[in-house]
């Protein structure tokens, strides 16, 4: 068997400071996320300045979300642990959690300030999952969101390389790399949605996003083995995914029957339609 030492998921360490791959890496999502939504938003003649002034409300809402969802399901633990709370950075975060106090900041927002929430939802739906793809490589550095075990010719058939492998011999075993399976899953999302959204009609591009990504995730959350779970047998977020689909879907439906929407290259400047 050959195996060596995990990679560590310090970064850096300043005295007794300890940043953590985990932060440094959600973090690089969330900053390249945001750039190229700032950039398409600037060319489409958004306001200047807008989209750093909305990303700043979803990020704080995406993280406390986030970790909210995650501590609710594991609230026996930290019931007793109350203190690990506030511990962000060991990892421990929710992306359903995300969605929804992103989602609920966004439409606030937008209510706000006169804004359409799909126009803009549209723009940063292929940064969304971008960001997702970027963050589940935090996961891969805390050795977590795993799949069950493998033999390590399996791995090594999958043409991984050589520190991918190694970090998925975990307490002496090897496991499915699930963190990967959606990474890539979201890249090729991303693609998809870039190519399709000035095809699609306004608001289109937001509901695609949440139909795919919650197919992927249905089907790569079957094989964890650190799902949270709503009593013995049901997975959390195969739960949620469901629901998003089938809202989504509904929701899609809706406004194409009942308002004559534009396509998404059809419309420029603020948008004030539905």
């Known amino acids: 068997m050959i195996f060596s030492a995990p990679l560590s998921p310090v970064a850096l360490e300043i005295g007794p400071l300890s940043i953590y791959w985990y932060g440094v890496i ?55 642990n109350p203190l690990d709370i506030i511990m962000v950075n060991e990892g421990g975060m929710a992306i359903h959690g995300g969605l929804i106090g992103g989602f609920l900041a966004g439409i606030i927002y937008c209510r706000v300030k006169g804004f359409s929430f799909f126009q803009l939802a549209d723009i940063a739906a292929p940064s969304l999952i971008l960001g997702q793809a970027i963050g589940r490589w935090g996961n891969f550095m805390n050795q977590e969101a795993h799949g069950g075990e493998v033999s390590r010719g399996f791995l090594e058939s999958l043409m991984l390389p050589e520190w991918i492998i190694n970090q998925m011999y975990i307490d002496g075993a090897y496991y499915h790399p699930t963190f990967l399976y959606e990474s890539v899953w979201n890249i090729i ?10 095809k699609l009609k306004i608001g289109q591009t937001i509901l695609l996003y949440l139909v795919y990504y919650s197919i992927g995730r249905f089907f790569i959350e079957g094989m964890r083995t650190d799902s949270l779970m709503i009593g013995e047998s049901l997975r959390t977020a195969q739960f949620i995914s469901i629901l998003i689909i089938m809202a989504a879907a509904a929701v899609w439906i809706y406004r194409e029957m009942k308002y004559r929407l534009p396509r998404y290259k059809d419309t420029d400047g603020v948008y004030k339609g539905r």
């Open 26 to 80: 959600i973090a690089t999502g969330m900053l390249l996320g945001y750039f190229i939504a700032d950039r398409e938003a600037n060319r489409k003649g958004l306001p200047e300045g807008l989209f750093m002034d909305l990303m700043f409300y979803i990020i704080i809402a995406s993280i406390v979300g986030a970790r909210l969802y995650y501590v609710v399901f594991q609230w026996e633990y930290y019931s007793q």
């Open 189 to 198: 999302g991303f693609i998809l949605l870039i190519l399709l959204r000035p």
